[in-house]
């Protein structure tokens, strides 16, 4: 409990006042209570305090980039009406992630967004405990009353990339430097190789795995094991920039994850898929600070202005361009979408039957490769 020093001294001076009494001087008069509404206005003028939790370093590129950069327009949306605070580099351990989680809680935030699959279970556990705290969870599948579920939906973004790289890649092989095998990467590995295959039939996927989402020195090495593959075109499921660094280097073509990633290979660079967290937190932030907050489950995307494949290379054809802009104007409306069937897995096994469009639920428990990417999923 947060004593202020106002109520240490009425504390104070009520007992100065019982004391006086009990030696028979007289009471002095006590002063009058405010009135109900300058106590209101007093409260309404403290800054809502809302708390983001970071599994990778704010830095200038990548997935905790992006959150940063929406939580400054939360900031310069709401002025000073909203304090944010954030902590970055958070293990996804369930002892760190409680630590921080409960730590920010404890400080008061009253609204606190755990960005990373990995808080799942330990933010629904802090959540049991403050129950007058709004959670909120990106990318896992849990929620409760007070816990809601956020993502977005990086597969477009994927997927655009794909149509990009089928058209540019020489040799029709592609690589994927990938994080964690959960269906949220599966999903982006294998929209890309569909956007890909779906202006190149032929055009195949390497995937080598660093299983962590934040390690410039194994995305570097994996990435330049995959163009030792003969691999020419390159994307990443991982938050650094080391893998467009390495495609620069080594004269390919790479993607931007999350982020424009133009700086750090301006000659390899063909386009980012870049998120915007911005328009939700602060619609989040905005609904807590006017009770209207409530848990549910959201997943945004191109329609949403969530994703969207931008930044693109000077060097870039208006032909690609083109067909990029099509492609993704033909997910918004529903003409063209990415999930529909016949749709196999790289076994030859149908995953998705004729003309069958794929559903949230079907999406959300992928555990395959489609056809054209290599390998096995590892576990």
């Known amino acids: 409990m947060i004593i202020s020093r106002r109520k240490t001294l009425v504390a104070a001076m009520s007992l100065a006042v019982f004391g006086l009494a009990a030696c028979g001087k007289k009471e002095e008069a006590k002063p009058e209570a405010a ?41 310069a949306k709401f002025g000073d009406k909203v304090k944010t605070t954030f902590v970055e580099n958070v293990p996804e351990s369930a002892a760190d992630a409680e630590r921080v989680i409960r730590d920010l809680a404890t400080q008061g935030n009253k609204v606190i967004f755990g960005t990373t699959f990995g808080y799942m279970e330990a933010m629904l556990k802090v959540a049991k405990d403050f129950p007058d705290v ?92 995959l163009v030792g593959q003969g691999v020419d075109v390159l994307m990443q499921n991982t938050d650094s920039a080391a893998v467009v660094q390495t495609a620069e280097e080594k004269g390919v073509v790479a993607f931007g994850w999350d982020s424009d990633m133009t700086k750090f290979g301006p000659k390899a660079h063909a386009a980012a898929s870049v998120i915007d967290w911005s328009g939700y937190y602060i619609k989040r932030v905005g609904e807590a600070m006017e009770g209207k907050w409530k848990s549910e489950t959201t997943w945004w995307g191109l329609k949403e202005n969530m994703i969207d494949l931008k930044a693109f290379n000077a060097n870039l054809s208006d032909d690609v361009k083109k067909l990029i802009a099509e492609k993704r104007q033909g997910v918004i409306d529903g003409t063209a979408p990415i999930w529909k069937g016949p749709i196999k897995d790289n076994t030859g096994k149908e995953v998705l039957g004729k003309d069958v469009v794929a559903d949230d639920k079907f999406l959300h428990e992928i555990k395959f490769y489609v056809e054209g990417v290599d390998g096995k999923v590892p576990g």
Do not use: C, M
């Open 35 to 75: 009135p109900a509404s300058t106590v209101a206005a007093t409260a309404a003028a403290e800054p809502l305090k809302v708390g983001f939790i970071y599994v990778g370093p704010v830095g200038d590129a990548g997935w905790t980039y992006a959150h940063d950069a929406a939580r400054k327009q939360v900031e």
């Open 134 to 225: 709004k959670f909120e969870h990106a990318t896992g599948y849990k929620t409760a009353d007070n816990l809601a579920q956020y993502d977005v939906r990086t597969y477009e973004g994927a997927y655009l990339a794909g149509i990009a790289a089928g058209k540019l890649s020489k040799s029709g092989k592609l690589g994927v430097v990938a994080s964690v095998p959960i269906p949220e990467v599966l999903r982006n590995i294998n929209a890309f190789t569909l956007g890909a295959r779906a202006v190149n039939p032929k055009a195949t996927t390497k995937v080598v795995w660093v299983n962590k989402w934040f390690d410039p020195g194994k995305e570097r090495e994996a990435a330049t094991t």
